[in-house]
């Protein structure tokens, strides 16, 4: 396990500060193309004013939803967020064992300040240089 999962650590030093996010106006026929179109996207992030209004997962869209309803009506905030300074090893632990590797990362008022995203290994964290290399390395194939 990486250090970052030893005792002292909170959320906030593992976090992602730059994560994805969508309007809170977002499709069912958005979501669905936002998960199609990376295989490492498995939460949305539905955003009004900085405020997290809620996040959809794949298992949130039933496929006889109307492409045209809005991912609003399917979204959820329970148990998919964690304060800033919840302490890191808790939270993996608690993410490993409900088989999750997404958390939201909010403050007080419900403002997002970044991503906990679980490695697929679950033995650390995705970092924003990480994924900025495979956001480099998508474009670089696509061209």
């Known amino acids: ?4 999962l030893s005792a002292g650590y ?4 593992a976090m992602l500060l730059q994560p994805t996010v969508h309007p809170a106006d977002l499709t069912v026929a958005q979501a669905r193309d936002a998960f199609t179109s990376s295989a490492k996207r498995h939460m949305l992030l539905l ?4 405020v997290l209004v ?3 997962t794949p298992d949130d869209l039933d496929p006889d939803t109307p492409p045209a309803a809005w991912a609003i009506g399917r979204a959820s905030l329970e148990g998919r967020t964690v304060s800033l300074d919840a302490p890191l090893d808790q939270t993996h632990e608690e993410m490993c064992r409900r088989g ?3 958390l939201a990362v909010t403050d007080g008022q419900g403002r997002l300040l970044g991503l906990l995203c679980l490695k697929r290994s679950r033995r650390g964290f995705c970092s924003d240089e990480g994924v900025a290399a495979l956001r480099a390395e998508r474009a670089n194939a696509a061209r």
Request: aromatic share 0%; glycine share 16%; no cysteine.
């Open 100 to 102: 999750i590797r997404r």
């Open 47 to 50: 955003v009004a004013d900085g």
């Open 1 to 4: 396990m990486t250090t970052l």
């Open 10 to 13: 909170t959320v906030g030093d």
């Open 54 to 56: 809620g996040t959809v």
